[in-house]
């Protein structure tokens, strides 16, 4: 069956970095664009980056433009989100999501805390 499983979340200070990471299992990953969000309690769910299925494309939501960056290992059906210089107003649960047309896949999420 399809999976998607986040992994890389937890607690860490402001200005600090993580690494996310989404693997994906029970679909042809190669064929699929990815992308990463992320829901904070009370807020909308926010587009956070996306990258084509090859790679060749990526885009950021200006809140984290320069800051993360979206990568994928089609070798390997992984897709990361490298996060630098992280704010508090980073704190959110990431989601990734594979999407091929009308069809797409949710993981479970991975909580990320910013705080001192």
């Known amino acids: 069956q399809v999976q998607l499983v986040e992994s890389g979340g937890g607690l860490v200070q402001p200005g600090g970095s993580l690494r996310l990471s989404c693997a994906a299992s029970g679909f042809t990953f190669s064929s699929y664009s990815m992308s990463w969000h992320r829901r904070s309690p009370g807020k909308e769910r926010e587009l956070v980056a996306t990258i084509t299925s090859t790679g060749g494309i990526t885009n950021y939501a200006d809140s984290v433009k320069g800051r993360f960056t979206i990568s994928r290992d089609n070798s390997k059906n992984m897709v990361y989100l490298e996060m630098k210089s992280l704010k508090p107003e980073d704190t959110s649960v990431y989601y990734c999501?594979?999407?091929?047309?009308?069809?797409?896949?949710w993981g479970q999420g991975t909580q990320v805390t910013v705080s001192s």
């Open positions: 999501y594979a999407k091929r047309g009308a069809f797409g896949y």
